[in-house]
């Protein structure tokens, strides 16, 4: 009797630091599982082995950082019958879409000895600006749970339950005191989607944002408390925004409006 076909998975990198994709082979007591219920067709970081697509899932790494990216995704794109981005920089630019406020050509100049060989784009992306994606699951890394989580809702059919919420109702839930409130620590957790486990205040230390905007941000409002309550500047905001998830709208414009405002 003929075996079942099982689902094929390819795992893309583009403009990133590789974090994020190897949070697939930091499952161990999962990993078999998933490689049993899967065949992993294409991921160059774990495999020479390549089988060729369509493939039933993608997950994609990375920005949009290069006119061959841009190329690429388009492949990748029709080779998948779904695509889902993993992380910041696949679906908010990264750290990388800090370039994006300043003048890529003034880099280039001063860093390459011969910066007309450089092919590069003005701007660094996210997936989601160029293709259709099926799922963005977020995070600086992603949350090799919440990954295990989104492969097993496409392989059933389902959509994936990935909270919205922000990390102040981890941090409830765990029991940890407002480091905002109590020490008076600049924290991006009210305006951040949840999925670290409140890590940095479990520490006594301020969300850095790594997880991006959270599902209805009021970003204008913790702007407003902290200058008023913890005495933080524009210039201090806009670094603040302008982190893992830069390009994401929600923080972009927050950035944006402080350093107009500076200026």
């Not at 388009?74 to 908010?92: D, E, H, M, P, Y």
Request: charged share 20%.
């Amino acid at each position: 009797m003929a075996q079942p076909r099982k689902p094929k998975l390819a795992v893309w990198k583009f403009a990133s630091c590789d974090g994020c994709q190897l949070s697939l082979l930091d499952c161990e007591d999962e990993l078999l599982a998933v490689a049993d219920a899967i065949q992993i067709a294409y991921f160059p970081e774990a495999t020479r082995a390549e089988v060729r697509g369509p493939y039933d899932l993608s997950l994609v790494e990375g920005s949009i950082t290069t006119p061959h990216d841009a190329e690429r995704i388009q492949q990748v794109r029709k080779a998948s019958r779904f695509l889902v981005t993993i992380g910041a920089c696949a679906t908010a630019g990264g750290i990388q879409a800090l370039r994006n406020f300043q003048d890529v050509d003034a880099f280039l100049q001063v860093v390459y000895a011969h910066p007309e060989y450089i092919q590069t784009l003005a701007h660094s992306t996210p997936i989601a600006e160029h293709v259709p994606v099926d799922f963005e699951l977020r995070g600086c890394p992603i949350n090799k749970g919440q990954l295990l989580e989104v492969i097993g809702a496409f392989l059933n059919g389902r959509p994936p339950n990935i909270p919205g919420y922000s990390v102040c109702v981890e941090c409830k839930r765990l029991g940890n005191v407002c480091v905002m409130v109590a020490h008076g620590t600049p924290c991006l957790g009210p305006v951040t989607q949840a999925g670290c486990g409140a890590l940095c205040p479990a520490y006594h230390r301020g969300c850095y944002g790594c997880f991006g905007p959270q599902e209805s941000p009021n970003t204008a409002s913790l702007s407003g408390w902290w200058m008023e309550h913890l005495g933080v500047d524009r210039p201090e905001l806009v670094r603040a925004f302008r982190s893992f998830n830069a390009h994401a709208e929600p923080f972009r414009k927050e950035s944006e409006a402080h350093a107009q405002a500076h200026t």
